[in-house]
């Protein structure tokens, strides 16, 4: 169960990277099973997004310190190649998340 739910959350977070209340909705509808995607739909989406999606959290997808252009799949915490820049993603509030 914990790697689907982390997929899942993977999933809601990459259809909708930036709007809580939505990721939540989408979560629901899947767990209430109201929503069904195959899980290989979903991984394909995870895959994509994290591809680019911190490419899209930069003006023009590139490093803010010295213009080099952020290499696909770069993930949270990573390096710029070229000068060392730390990226961030978007951060995930894990107090918008209802204890029920
Ligand atoms: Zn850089």
Redesign the pocket.
Known sequence: MGMVKRLLEDYVQAVHPHDFDEQDALMEDICNGNIVVPLEAMSATVDEYKKHSMQAEYDNGE??????PIPDYTDDGDN??????VFYRYRENDDAVPSE
């Open positions: 490093c803010p310190d010295c213009g080099e710029c190649t070229n000068c060392e820049h």
